[in-house]
């Protein structure tokens, strides 16, 4: 039977081993990392997130979608916050002050917009210009990362007129917009991001804008304050500039 006195140096010893440096073993929680933003970068986030998940021995979840989908719950757990555009996670921290740890803000890749079109192309749409020719009905989304994109584009070669006239619908997210193009099948072409084709390939064709009339959005992440995973999930921020996930986002759409 051990005495009392070895019984209390043991105990001694084993939280100095703790507090000087003990191996830690990760707990449940903490091999869990919450990813949460809006739907148009889903498809490589949720690829690189997967790739992480294996290499790190963790298990990385992304939801995407709306915010208003999911804002409750990332309230509670959100390891990482990602945006469609800049400005969408700059609206996201005004609207959620205090969620977002500015510091660890970091700009991933670029995409390029460009015209989603029906299958087979039927109204031989290839350039802004097209858009303006009467006949020609738009959707157009006036949220999720796409505020302005169809005025910026125009504005750049005087074209806001015409393409202003044959916008025959204008919603706020991209989930609306693809509802709306399953079931209005009159609507030609929506200005969006490239990237939205490679999620809508049963659905859309792309007209690829030549360079000149081309525009480009960023992609945001940032870490929250509420995190209990900060430093995984800063890894995760710099896996995903590796040229092992960069080469993942080109698939998906983004230079």
């Keep these: 039977m051990i005495a009392k006195g070895k019984m209390l140096a043991l105990g001694m010893l084993l939280i100095a081993l703790a507090a000087f440096g003990a191996p830690y073993t990760l707990t449940a929680q903490d091999k869990v990392l919450n990813v949460y933003g809006p739907g148009g970068p889903l498809g490589p986030m949720k690829e690189c997130a997967e790739m992480f998940s294996k290499t790190h021995g963790v298990e990385a979840r992304v939801v995407a979608g709306p915010t208003p989908q999911w804002i409750d719950k990332a309230k509670q757990d959100a390891d990482l916050i990602f945006g469609g555009a800049e400005y ?27 015209i989603l079109v029906r299958k087979g192309n039927p109204k031989k749409i290839t350039s802004l210009s097209d858009l303006a020719k009467d006949g020609i009905k738009l959707i157009d989304v006036n949220g999720a990362g796409q505020v302005g994109l169809w005025e910026d584009m125009a ?29 209005m099948p009159e609507l030609d072409a929506w200005i969006t991001y490239e990237s939205w084709h490679y ?3 049963d659905l859309t064709d792309l007209a690829r804008l030549p360079e000149k009339q081309k525009l480009y959005r960023g992609t945001p992440i940032a870490v929250t304050t509420i995190s209990k995973n900060k430093e995984l999930a800063k890894q995760f921020i710099d896996f995903l500039k590796t040229e092992q996930c960069h080469k993942v986002f080109q698939k998906w759409g983004w230079k």
């Design 88 to 114: 969408m996670l700059t609206e996201f921290i005004q609207k959620y002050p205090g969620l977002v740890e500015e510091k660890t803000r970091t700009s991933l890749y670029i995409r390029a917009a460009g």
């Design 199 to 201: 999620r809508l390939k």
């Design 155 to 183: 504005g750049a070669h005087g074209l806001i007129p015409g393409i202003r006239k044959n916008i025959a619908l204008s919603v706020t997210t991209s989930a609306d917009a693809i509802g709306k193009w399953e079931t």
